[in-house]
């Protein structure tokens, strides 16, 4: 379903193709192999060549992982960047994100050792001038939640306030949880989050880190919120990797935000990986506030066993291109999980969503609302799947997404996709896109309230009701700000 | 307070009002009768500025003032309210929040204080006894869920907050059982004013047995085409509309 006056494919031809991009793959081995520097064809670009560069240059990592990033950078190459005629890609176009040869941020100088070069470039950020103060506008106030901060991607031990996690918690950098307890870590990155059907995913394995570990032992109850904190400090390209491990009847809030400082133009390709142990319960907000200027991909990839609970709630509103990837798998009899989402659009910003919904075991609830409020020219895109496996029965699956558009020129694209391999089974899908209306304009206005405040009013309304389903009261009073200030234009939403 | 001249409207190329002449003074009740399709509610939405109707001729003074060139929420501002015959539901936004956003936008455009939240709870305690509403409404979404009896005495009540010197109640009795429709009556009848006017457009004679008007008006095919007392409105009751729409009428606009 569409609406809008134009097509989904601009800038379709500048996007290299899929067989290309193949062919350029097989000169990145040769090029390896033969350690010169054969010219690289015309056709390859200039973002590749600089990951290329940047991979070359990556510190020595254990062997496990020096694999699993070579597979993955090989699978990437072999992927090419995704184009629109990649079906999961159809109304998005990433030419902007392929023409920009993004770098992962120099350190001063390089070393052999990973984690020094990890500290140098952390100290690099905090030396200019990234202070505790700056971050109050992304900490909601809380000063007790366990707060993890990131600078272009790497640990700042300095800005970040664990505080007390308690017995059976650690929250800990991927970097030195490799160091210190390389198994556990070894054991669970990448089983989650698959690569080889995902370009983005695979460039951000081949660049595994840095990012959050949490592991939260079997009925570990963690009381206060553990916010992840990623923010980018200048223009260069950063790719998180977070990985949370809940044991049996374990539960815990996660909050990940992306923000910047400034208005710059950088790129963030995150992935984090989520494991609900059996009767577990996570509940997840992505809050993805990037510089207006920025490019954003992430991915939430859950895997939830027997009886586990997950409720994610996935904002966005940065990004003059952003896409969030929210997957998840029930494969253990009676998961449930809930998708919820909102998105705000102005300018020209591009905001895409997918979700997927994995029905492998039978008597798993799935519930999903998403929202979007489009202004400007912009372009929101939903695409919600879900699948339900054929030994998925008892499925209850209920999904909607719903848009308003504030502006004749904003656009959406929502295609909610249900594909159902059972028989017993009872799901519901749905999409909307309307505009105010008018009525309830008239009848606003008819009370005294103008047009500006009315319409503030009503599209405030339209996004209440997703709000409302945040558990997490400071980041609701939060997000509710937001989305007013949005619609006030009366204070930045950044 | 009212002056309407040969007023002419309509919606597209639809002519629905042709050539209404009213004049409403301070202090009065006007009762605007008429069959459905008549026009009633077309004059009631133009009087408070629906921009989906478009006036073709004629003008409207509105204490001295050119009605027409104001926009909705200006005429609001300045003291018109109408009570809507179908009372929009807005999901998502409270009573309380959306009564205190109009009271405080009209108290601005007159130059006065905002109140805050407390204040106006103050406030809305009173005027919630004089329609029979609970407190609890407040907090729920404007009339989502609301029955029919509900609605009609929200916009009553949302009038006896606003405090308008010229109300418009468009079909307020319909939908109403006996009870409902005391209630109404007594609130619209507690906030006459020798300041304030009110005009009643109703399709039924039953609701001016409890707000008795001092001019009934009928309305047919666009056009008032008789004027007179309350006595006017019994004699309605009891002849029917093709008493006063005649041979002419015809077909309802």
Not at chain 1, 51 to 76: G, T, V
Not at chain 1, 125 to 148: C, M, P, Q, Y
Not at chain 1, 151 to 174: F, M, N, Q, Y
Not at chain 1, 313 to 321: I, K, N, T, W
């Amino acid at each position: 379903m569409g609406a809008g006056p134009t097509g989904g494919s601009i800038g379709l031809s500048d996007i290299a193709t899929r067989e290309s991009v193949r062919e350029n793959g097989v000169t990145s081995k040769r090029d390896a192999a033969g350690g010169k520097g054969i010219a690289a064809p015309q056709r390859v670009p200039d973002s590749i060549e600089a990951y290329r560069q940047d991979f070359a240059r990556q510190p020595k990592a254990p062997e496990w992982l020096q694999k699993l990033r070579s597979d993955a950078m090989a699978r990437f190459e072999a992927l090419g960047f995704p184009t629109t005629k990649n079906e999961d890609w159809h109304f998005t176009s990433v030419a902007p994100i392929v023409e920009r040869p993004f770098s992962l941020p120099r350190a001063p100088e390089a070393s052999g050792d990973r984690r020094e070069t990890g500290r140098r470039r952390s100290d690099a950020a905090n030396s200019i001038g990234i202070k505790e103060s700056d971050l109050a506008r992304f900490t909601f106030g809380e000063e007790s939640w366990h707060t993890v901060v990131f600078i272009d991607g790497v640990l700042s031990s300095k800005l970040s306030s664990t505080g007390e996690l308690g017995a059976g918690v650690r929250v800990l950098s991927v970097a030195d949880a490799i160091d210190a307890d390389g198994a556990l870590v070894q054991r669970y990155m990448g089983t989650v989050a698959k690569f080889e059907q995902h370009a983005f995913t695979a460039l951000n394995t081949a660049f595994i880190s840095d990012g959050a570990f949490i592991e939260i032992g079997n009925d570990v109850v963690v009381e206060q919120p553990i916010h992840l904190l990623f923010i980018s400090s200048g223009d260069s390209i950063s790719h998180p990797r977070n990985l949370i491990v809940a044991g049996r009847h374990a539960r815990a809030s996660v909050v990940e935000s992306y923000v910047s400082l400034r208005e710059n133009e950088y790129f963030t390709n995150a992935v984090t990986e989520i494991v609900v142990g059996e009767g577990a319960h996570i509940d997840h907000y992505k809050l993805q506030r990037e510089s207006e200027s920025a490019f954003h991909v992430g991915t939430v990839q859950v895997r939830q066993e027997r009886n586990s609970q997950l409720h994610s709630f996935s904002f966005a509103v940065g990004g003059e291109l952003a896409r969030t990837n929210v997957y998840t798998s029930l494969e253990g009899d009676a998961a449930t999980c809930t998708l919820n989402g909102l998105y705000l659009t102005d300018g020209t910003q591009h905001i895409d969503n997918q979700t997927s919904i994995e029905h492998i075991a039978p008597n798993c609830p799935s519930h999903e609302l998403y929202k979007g409020v489009l202004d400007g020219r912009s372009h929101g895109v939903f695409n919600g799947k879900v699948y339900v496996h054929p030994e998925a029965q008892k499925t209850d699956g209920k999904q909607s997404n719903n848009n308003l558009l504030l502006s004749p020129n904003a656009r959406v694209d929502t295609k909610p996709q249900l594909e159902i391999f059972a028989d017993d089974v009872k799901c519901t899908h749905g999409a909307t896109v309307g505009r105010l209306d008018e009525l309830a304009m008239f009848y606003l206005n008819s009370r005294g309230i103008g047009p500006e405040t009315a319409r503030m009013l009503l599209t405030y309304a339209f996004a209440a009701d997703v709000i409302e389903t945040i558990e997490l009261e400071p980041l609701k009073a939060e997000l509710e700000r937001l989305v007013l200030a949005r619609f006030t234009g009366s204070l930045s939403t950044h | 307070m009212l002056e309407i001249n040969d007023l002419h409207a309509g919606i597209g190329d639809r002519e629905i009002l042709r050539g209404i002449n009213l004049s409403v003074n301070a202090g009065e009740v006007h009762a605007v009768m008429g069959p459905n399709g008549s026009g009633k509610s077309t004059l009631a939405q133009v009087l408070a500025g629906n921009p989906s109707y478009e006036v073709t001729r004629g003008s409207v003074t509105y204490n001295g003032q050119d009605l027409l060139e104001l926009d909705a929420e200006v005429r609001a501002q300045n003291g018109i309210f109408l009570a809507f015959q179908y009372p929009v539901e807005i999901p998502g936004v409270s009573n309380a929040y959306f009564l205190r956003s109009a009271y405080n936008e009209i108290r601005k455009a007159n130059g006065q204080e905002e109140v805050d939240p407390l204040e106006f709870l103050d406030l809305v305690q009173e005027r919630l006894k004089l329609v029979d509403m609970d407190e609890s409404m407040l907090s729920r979404s404007v009339n989502q869920g609301f029955s029919g009896g509900e609605k009609k005495r929200n916009e009553i009540f949302q009038m006896a907050v606003l405090q308008p010197r010229l109300a418009i109640l468009d079909e307020t009795d319909s939908g109403l059982d006996i009870d409902a429709l005391r209630i109404v009556a007594e609130g619209v009848n507690k906030l006459r004013s020798p300041e304030n006017a009110t005009i009643v457009v109703t399709h039924y004679q039953r609701l001016l047995n409890y707000i008795i008007p001092d001019y009934v008006h009928v309305l047919a095919n666009g056009r008032i085409v008789k004027s007179g007392g309350k006595e006017l409105a019994l004699e309605l009751e009891e002849k029917g509309y093709e008493w006063v729409q005649g041979p002419l009428a015809g077909a309802s606009a």
